[in-house]
């Protein structure tokens, strides 16, 4: 029997408590972490986000207008630092022609989720952790910590695209904005402590109920005692 959804979220929650995200101080600030986290760690994003403070640049209209290649040089450390400037210009420009939140905050969630995937550098995952986490939207993110886990957990037998994961794992849910904040945060501190690609069973909160736990512990075992 495969443990729920639901059933996952309750677990991890009374694991690791309530995480409290997104750690920002504005929902563009949010916007700009969302972007620059593309395919690289949270310490590269904080180092990135820390030298447009410290410029004075973490502020739409400016890097709007500043020198391309002086905004990539400030977010270096995030990677890719060329490719994500281009992305964070083409964004800001977009928010100030949307009139910015609350111009956004004025189209239903589909409009938001078709106008941020138009923009050059936006994908699902980018997409759905603003509408989230930004503009208070019941978006599921779906980044690989999450599909990691639903398959280990035994929920698909093929790897399916992001809507496809997203709509089996929101039409086990309820709607509800505070949860998949939080869901979406419990996830990624799991798969940081035990859901790691190489997971660490033995301790894992989830091992009671995770098929894949008995054959890493097998695979364990054979490590340590040959004979098994
Ligand atoms: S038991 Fe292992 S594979 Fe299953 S969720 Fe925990 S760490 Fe991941």
């Keep these: 029997m495969v443990i729920s959804p639901l059933q996952t979220y309750e677990k991890l929650l009374a694991a690791y408590g309530e995480q409290h995200?997104?750690?920002?101080?504005?929902?563009?600030?949010?916007?700009?972490?969302?972007?620059?986290?593309?395919?690289?760690?949270?310490?590269?994003?904080?180092?990135?986000?820390?030298?447009?403070?410290e410029h004075q640049m973490l502020n739409h209209e400016t890097i709007a207008s500043s020198n391309l290649h002086q905004l990539a040089e400030i977010i270096r450390p995030s990677g890719s630092f060329m490719q994500k400037a281009r992305y964070l210009q083409h964004f800001s420009l977009f928010y100030i022609e949307q009139g910015e939140r609350k111009g956004l905050m004025k189209w239903p969630m589909s409009v938001q989720r078709t106008r941020l995937l138009a923009l050059y550098g936006i994908g699902p995952e980018t997409a759905d952790s603003i509408l989230l986490y930004a503009l208070d939207r019941p978006a599921f993110v779906i980044d690989s910590y999450t599909k990691r886990l639903f398959v280990r957990l035994g929920h698909f037998d093929h790897i399916l695209g992001y809507d496809g994961i997203q709509h089996y794992i929101q039409q086990r849910l309820?709607?509800?904005?505070?949860?998949?904040?939080?869901?979406?945060?419990?996830?990624?501190?799991?798969?940081?402590?035990?859901?790691?690609?190489?997971?660490?069973?033995?301790?894992?909160?989830?091992?009671?109920?995770?098929?894949?736990?008995?054959?890493?512990?097998?695979?364990?075992?054979?490590?340590?005692?040959?004979?098994?």
């Design 21 to 53: 995200w997104w750690p920002a101080d504005t929902p563009f600030e949010m916007m700009v972490g969302a972007i620059l986290t593309q395919n690289t760690s949270w310490h590269n994003v904080e180092m990135a986000i820390a030298n447009l403070k």
């Design 174 to 228: 309820p709607e509800s904005l505070p949860l998949f904040q939080e869901f979406h945060a419990l996830i990624v501190e799991h798969a940081k402590r035990y859901c790691k690609s190489k997971p660490l069973c033995g301790e894992c909160p989830l091992f009671d109920c995770c098929p894949t736990a008995a054959s890493s512990t097998v695979e364990i075992s054979r490590t340590i005692m040959p004979d098994i």
